[in-house]
């Protein structure tokens, strides 16, 4: 089992920046890729970003790469999305995930956090 825990959520204007984290509880963190899943009012859950087990692979979405990093810290079990040059269009709640294999969608991911609202004001 692993729980996720999402943070550093909140308000920002375009172009700004924004830093969530993900805290994984569970001495298996290592064993599992994480992802950054967002949804937005209306709309279905995306991909956002992910990383791979051991850090050396990483995925983006076409509209946030450039602009968002995703990292993890293994001694933390924390994984990070930087959020750079925010557009209002990235105003949503964003969700952590862990699952066996890095990839973009949400059927790989077994574990979820409860979100983190981020909103981008023009």
């Known amino acids: 089992q692993v729980q996720l825990v999402e943070s550093g959520g909140g308000l920002v204007q375009a172009g700004g920046s924004l830093r969530l984290s993900c805290a994984a509880s569970?001495?298996?963190?290592?064993?599992?890729?994480m992802g950054w899943f967002r949804q937005a009012p209306g709309k279905e859950r995306e991909f956002v970003a992910a990383i791979s087990r051991g850090g050396g692979r990483r995925l983006y979405a076409e509209s946030v790469k450039g602009r968002f990093t995703i990292s993890r810290d293994v001694a933390e079990n924390t994984v990070h999305l930087q959020m750079n040059s925010a557009k209002p269009e990235d105003t949503a709640a964003y969700y952590c995930?862990?699952?066996?294999?890095?990839?973009?969608?949400?059927?790989?991911?077994?574990?979820w956090g409860q979100g983190t609202q981020v909103t981008v004001s023009s």
């Open positions: 569970g001495r298996t963190f290592r064993g599992y890729a």
């Open positions: 995930a862990a699952g066996p294999l890095v990839g973009d969608s949400p059927g790989g991911y077994n574990y």
